[in-house]
């Protein structure tokens, strides 16, 4: 079974910068597309990002473009979300999520979730 693992949420200004790292559990990581979502309070979860396993392609929705960066290392099994620019819309909880498949934007697509973590912009 694999586990995925969040950290690195918080409470960040307006402008400021988070970094989110998963860190996944198990040796077929390589074989994974990766993807962020989110959910704020009130609201459906949305994707956000995707990294692909084939060759590392990355996706991302438009509200986060030019913003957040998604990267992986299979040397520490890590998945990182580089979040600059925040804005008070990207408050919500953070998903990260993993499927053979190829990136696509709906959660249904993602066999393996973590926990969560929560990242909040506010003054």
């Known amino acids: 079974q694999v586990q995925l693992v969040e950290s690195g949420g918080g409470l960040v200004q307006p402008g400021g910068s988070l970094r989110l790292s998963c860190a996944v559990s198990?040796?077929?990581?390589?074989?994974?597309?990766f993807a962020w979502f989110r959910q704020a309070p009130g609201k459906g979860r949305e994707g956000v990002s995707c990294?692909?396993?084939?060759?590392?392609?990355?996706f991302y929705r438009d509200p986060v473009k030019g913003r957040f960066t998604i990267s992986r290392d299979n040397a520490k099994n890590t998945v990182y979300l580089q979040m600059n620019d925040m804005k008070p819309e990207d408050t919500a909880v953070y998903y990260c999520a993993a499927d053979f498949g190829p990136c696509g934007w709906s959660g249904a697509e993602y066999d393996f979730w973590g926990q969560g973590t929560q990242v909040t912009v506010s003054p």
């Open positions: 990294i692909s396993s084939s060759d590392d392609s990355t």
């Open positions: 198990g040796s077929r990581f390589p074989y994974y597309a």
